[in-house]
């Protein structure tokens, strides 16, 4: 096994153990991946799921006006970006879909 990891070194691979995790990677396939990519011990790469799944637990405690005012500003964008490239369906759906998050009747 390698030497002993950097803090720097450990957040980079909690993050990458958390995108992992949100592609539904398996337990096993991140400890192959852990070994193979960092050569890590299963206990360590174990170490890094357990806090990668914390992150993903306090980005699951956002309260309901925070997703939504988050939710509001992509769909903005998205909005504008396909009105500046004259995508209007795309225009159109965006602001659709902002309306009905903020329950307005359409």
Known sequence: MGKKSTNAEMTSRVREV????VKSYSRFEILQHAAERWDVSDRTADIYIQRA?????????IERPQWLAAAIARLVKYEQK?????NLQ?????LETQA???RFDL
């Open 18 to 21: 958390y995108g992992l995790l």
């Open 53 to 61: 799944r914390e992150l993903i637990q306090q980005d699951s405690d």
């Open 82 to 86: 396909a009105g500046r490239e004259d």
């Open 90 to 94: 795309t225009a159109i759906k965006a």
């Open 100 to 102: 009905k998050l903020l």
